[in-house]
């Protein structure tokens, strides 16, 4: 049963506004959130992270926003440049080491 | 210096070979782990290397047994593959600390292809 849900497989956003790619969860154990940045044929790499203690993290045109009560978060990255078309998964801890993935949004910023 | 490899990046093989993925990472990390993506792009945790032991075996078929003969490296061996096996295998490793927090660095992927 997945637990994090990324209900938008795909966005577009034209270069210089603002992208905002959501994340849902329905386990309320998970306190630490980060979303990963992939390109083809690459492994994810790492973007930003938010312990459920903060409700804001930011991190230059990167920031991640979370609501607890409602179990979402969202990403948002501003100014959109073209290199930031990548598919960008929404990840959290449970209690143990392994990182719960969403299926990804892949993000397309045209110019 | 590459702080995740996998070797090989490709593999493509017929039904019924035993195959093995060789990880290694040079971050000093104390966990490593592997993950699997489907074929409908979804990341989930197949194992995880804590100092060379087994902390998480998610409900994975036997056929895959990971062998960790050092911290820095975690190897997966397949054996008698099927066509479902096809998939991309990332490894990853972490600082052991920072369980449950902290990020994770993933290796490049290998993308297996079983015939």
């Known amino acids: 049963d997945q637990q994090v849900k990324q209900n938008s497989p795909s966005l577009s956003v034209q270069e210089g506004r603002i992208s905002i790619l959501n994340c849902d969860y329905t386990?309320?154990?998970?306190?630490?959130f980060l979303w990963y940045k992939k390109y083809p044929a690459e492994g994810p790499t790492f973007l930003i992270s938010?312990?459920?203690?903060?409700d804001k993290n930011e991190d230059g045109r990167f920031t991640v926003f979370l609501n607890k009560s409602a179990k979402h978060l969202s990403l948002h990255i501003v100014p959109s440049q073209p290199g930031d078309s990548a598919v960008y998964f929404c990840?959290?801890?449970?209690?143990?080491?392994?990182?719960?993935f969403g299926k990804g949004t892949s993000l397309l910023v045209t110019p | 210096d590459t702080a995740v490899s996998q070797t090989p990046k490709y593999l493509v093989t017929q039904m019924g070979n035993d195959k093995s993925i060789k990880c290694e990472q040079n971050l000093g990390h104390d966990t490593m782990y592997w993950y699997k993506q489907d074929s409908k792009k979804f990341l989930k945790i197949m194992f995880s290397y804590n100092n060379k032991e087994l902390i998480i075996n998610e409900t994975v078929p036997n056929r895959f047994s990971p062998k960790s003969p050092d911290k820095a490296h975690l190897n997966l061996h397949i054996n008698s593959l099927e066509l479902g096996d096809s998939a991309v295998y990332f490894c990853?490793?972490?600082?052991?600390?920072?369980?449950?927090?902290?990020?994770?660095?993933f290796g490049p992927g290998t993308r297996l292809t079983v015939l």
């Open positions: 386990n309320s154990m998970f306190d630490y």
């Open positions: 990840a959290a801890y449970d209690s143990g080491y392994a990182l719960n």
């Open positions: 938010i312990s459920s203690i903060k």
């Open positions: 990853a490793s972490s600082q052991e600390g920072h369980r449950g927090s902290g990020e994770q660095f």
